[in-house]
């Protein structure tokens, strides 16, 4: 049975599981757990970035597993990208299982040849002849004034790509099943993790188990609004919903969690049920994965929509480093609430 709940407070959390005799742990415990689970069970799985044996263990996903598993499976590497994911695709193509961690999704776009040119399509060129079981971990999201560089989300551009997967957990179950079921997957998958999410704790069962790829999840019913919500605005639409339940609005909160194969039908069976849409994403809105969902609404089910859809999502413009502009560019549950209580109201 898959695990649904969001906590948005640790109290909640703590009196829940308790009551219900299970296992809390946070989403980066989960990811470090899934990796080490993976890691003992298949001697093929190896984990390479930079900073990965770090003290601090990129945000303490990677703590302790050089020391665990030494350093010729948990490797630290130069500042060279390209190179270095050409490296993982030629480990990939010969049986190998590589993890390749960027502490920032910002240095991906070093490694777009060798990811859109080479490991979305070797499987496709040669006839199904050779794989690439790779797992691509890049962390996004709002930093300490990271600004206009290392704040970015690629998950659109990525979603573009053929022969690329493309998953974004928001709980920590999540984050340990699709992890696991990422690296079987045989196929590479961009695993994309929010920073704002790593202190997030829920329930994680101890042995390892898989969420599927391309299997969305209802986090919340509801009946007058339907939000799809990707990555730490799950935890945002979440609280959103409780503050519009107060209003007499019943909002469903859906959350894809695998981005490319996407669960189209999830999407529209909760939209056929409320007839209005918001999207909340963590990236800006042109070229979005909120456009994408709007345009599969519109080619098959428009007429279905009793108001226009809204979108909640960056700014077009580079993301600031001021905590001032930061605070009015970053969008959150209040802006949620707003863009649900304006499509009640239009219709």
Known sequence: MPWTKVYLNVEEMADTLQKEGLRGISYHEAILEAQAQAMESDDRVFIMGEGVDDPGGIFGTTLGLAERFGKDRVMDIPVAENAMTGIA???????????????RNDFLPMCMDQLVNHAAKLCYMTGGRLHVPLVVRAIIGRGWGSAAQHAQAFHALFMHIPGLKVVMPS?????????????????????????????????????????PLGEG???????????????????????????????????????????????????????????????????????????????????????????????????????????????????????????????????
């Open 171 to 211: 709980t920590p179950y999540d984050a340990k099943g699709l992890f696991l079921a990422a690296l079987d997957d045989g196929n590479p998958v961009m695993f994309i993790e929010h920073r704002w999410t790593f202190n997030a704790v829920g329930y994680v069962p101890e042995e390892m188990y898989r969420v």
């Open 217 to 347: 999840i209802i986090r919340r019913e509801g009946e007058d609004v339907t939000i799809v919500a990707l990555s730490q605005q799950v935890y945002e639409a979440m609280k959103a919903a409780a503050i519009l339940e107060a209003d007499g609005i019943s909002v469903e909160v859906v959350d894809p969690r695998t981005l490319k194969p996407l669960d189209e039908e999830l999407i529209l069976s909760s939209v056929s049920k409320t007839r209005r849409l918001v999207i909340a994403d963590v990236a800006h809105r042109t070229g979005s994965v909120g456009a994408e969902i709007v345009c599969r609404i519109a080619e098959t089910s428009a007429d279905i929509l009793v108001a226009p859809i809204r979108r909640v999502c960056f700014p077009d413009t580079p993301i600031p480093a001021s905590p001032v502009l930061e605070e009015a560019f970053y969008p959150g549950a209040d802006d949620i609430v707003e863009a649900v209580r304006e499509i009640v109201k239009g219709s």
């Open 89 to 103: 695709i030629g480990a990939a193509t010969v049986g190998m299982k590589p993890v390749f961690v960027h502490m």
